[in-house]
């Protein structure tokens, strides 16, 4: 079965300092893969997805890029983090018919 | 509208009681339905997913109601281990899933 593995757990940084958080996949192949961002009291919001290597769709407008430069990895980038980009950041993949396995996220606090 | 909507709650119930939560949604094309559970500070984990006829599993049981664009999640005989945040999520195409903001629910003893 899938696993997606994520990390830092949690991360503190400071405005405009850069980001980069990484998620990669076991078990399975070729997965799409998808970032979302849960801020404080809000809902789980899709940020990016990826149906392959190389190949990336921005869902919202935003201060941050994502990069697929394997099968099995996806990471989230920012040159300059801003206070709204604080949030719970998590890395999911497609589990055959069951939805998603999500990773265990990462808890950013931009100050 | 939003694509999924949910009454983010709290629900406080007692042990024992039951649950019963809705979540509508707005694409009619929508496919396939999932319930999550999320626990404070972890990542959601699926709970249930649901089909044009739903399904039970122990004290959970999950319906769609296609005419009017919803889905349930029934909790029976609650415990307090059950108390957590309950994500609906809608999965449309390159099998990306919508969420909705999620209800809370605390099993209070």
């Known amino acids: 079965s899938q696993t997606i593995h994520q990390w830092p757990a949690t991360l503190v940084q400071p405005v405009g300092s850069p980001l980069s958080l990484e998620c990669t996949v076991e078990g399975t192949s070729n997965p799409n893969l998808y970032w979302y961002r849960q801020a404080a009291g809000r809902g789980l919001q899709l940020l990016f997805y990826?149906?392959?290597?190389?190949?990336i769709s921005s869902e919202v407008p935003q201060n941050l890029s994502a990069s697929r430069p394997q099968d099995r990895q996806f990471i989230l980038s920012s040159k300059k983090l801003l206070l709204s980009d604080s949030g719970f950041y998590l890395c999911a993949g497609p589990q055959g018919d069951y939805g998603y396995t999500f990773g265990s996220g990462t808890r950013l606090t931009v100050v | 509208r939003k694509e999924v909507e949910q009454d983010p709650g709290p629900f406080n119930v007692p042990e024992g009681a039951t649950v019963a939560f809705n979540c509508t949604y707005s694409?009619?094309?929508?496919?396939?339905f999932f319930w999550y559970r999320q626990d404070c500070r972890k990542e959601p984990k699926l709970l249930m997913s649901v089909y044009s006829s739903g399904n039970e599993d122990g004290r959970f049981t999950a319906q769609l109601n296609r005419a009017s664009q919803y889905i349930s999640l029934l909790i029976r005989d609650s415990k307090l281990s059950d108390s957590a945040t309950y994500l609906c999520?809608?999965?449309?195409?390159?099998?990306?899933?919508?969420f909705g903001i999620g209800t809370k629910l605390q099993v209070i003893p």
């Open positions: 990826s149906v392959g290597i190389g190949q």
């Open positions: 999520g809608r999965r449309g195409g390159y099998q990306k899933v919508t």
């Open positions: 694409n009619s094309a929508s496919q396939s």
